[in-house]
């Protein structure tokens, strides 16, 4: 049976102890999505409320669309670890964390589930107007740790979400011949890519060098934007779906 949660969406309390106080005037301005990578979605639920795991989430998504909140919106969640956007580290204090039941990567990551993807799209639509967190704001947990993390990964349908007006997308440009960037170059065009990268938010050194960390944040986006290949590799697909990306964002409009 539902009860009073912060969502105007459907929902049920299954309170978790993790959590904490958020940041004094830090504005909730991001919403994370996760996958949470576990062999079910009993034992995922059970460790989000374990207080020796030191991880929680707002809201869990099951796989047949039912929605549970963990910790209340006001309070602080764990669910984001060591993480960085657009300047910010302290990624749980201005954010809302969901996750998604899935096995994930190491237990057999597979499609999910069209009703669970019609009540995330139900609640971030609800979490995003009532914080008026902008679209380039709702991000994957790769995104902000990407040598850590995968989640939710590339089978994850971010353009049924920005067709109900969730989040930032453009429709990738396709995959063509050739080779553009790779690990171990350098260069002013990589200096540019990182400059690019670095702008829409994510963490990487702007130096000229194509390092392990300059791969992991391609790979990243890549995940989240160009889902068709993730390879870490530059193309042209790659840098052109990162440029109409960042030609969206008001601020350079």
């Known amino acids: ?30 919403l994370i999505l996760h996958y949470t990578g576990m062999q079910t979605g ?4 059970q460790r989000l409320c374990d207080p020796r795991s030191e991880v929680s989430a707002h809201y869990v998504v099951q796989e047949d669309g039912s929605i549970l909140q963990c910790v209340p919106e006001a309070r602080r969640a764990w669910h984001a670890g060591k993480s960085f956007w657009k300047g910010e580290r ?6 809302i964390g969901v996750e998604m039941v899935n096995p994930g990567h190491e237990f057999g990551y597979r499609s ?9 799209i139900a609640l971030c639509a609800d979490v995003c107007a009532r914080h008026q967190i902008h679209p380039w704001m709702v991000l994957a947990h790769s995104d902000i740790a990407p040598s850590r993390k995968e989640d939710p990964g590339e089978l994850f349908p ?42 829409y938010g994510y963490e990487v050194g702007i130096n000229g060098s194509f390092d392990r960390r300059t791969r992991e944040v ?3 986006f890549q995940r989240h934007f160009r889902p068709e290949k993730v390879d870490g590799v530059v193309d042209a697909s790659t840098i052109e779906t990162l440029h109409n990306l960042l030609s969206k964002l008001p601020s350079l409009k």
């Open 1 to 30: 049976m539902s009860v009073a949660t912060d969502t105007g969406v459907k929902a049920r309390v299954h309170p978790s102890p993790n959590h904490g106080d958020r940041a004094e005037d830090a504005p909730i301005d991001m």
């Open 42 to 45: 009993e034992e995922a639920l």
């Open 90 to 95: 302290d990624i749980n204090s201005r954010s």
């Open 112 to 120: 999910f589930a069209e009703p669970q993807i019609e009540a995330v």
């Open 158 to 199: 971010w353009d049924k979400l920005a067709a109900a007006g969730v989040g930032h997308y453009v429709e990738p440009e396709p995959i063509g011949s050739g080779l553009f960037m790779q690990e171990g170059e350098e260069g002013q065009p990589v200096e540019a890519l990182q400059s690019m990268l670095a702008l």
């Open 218 to 220: 391609v790979t990243a």
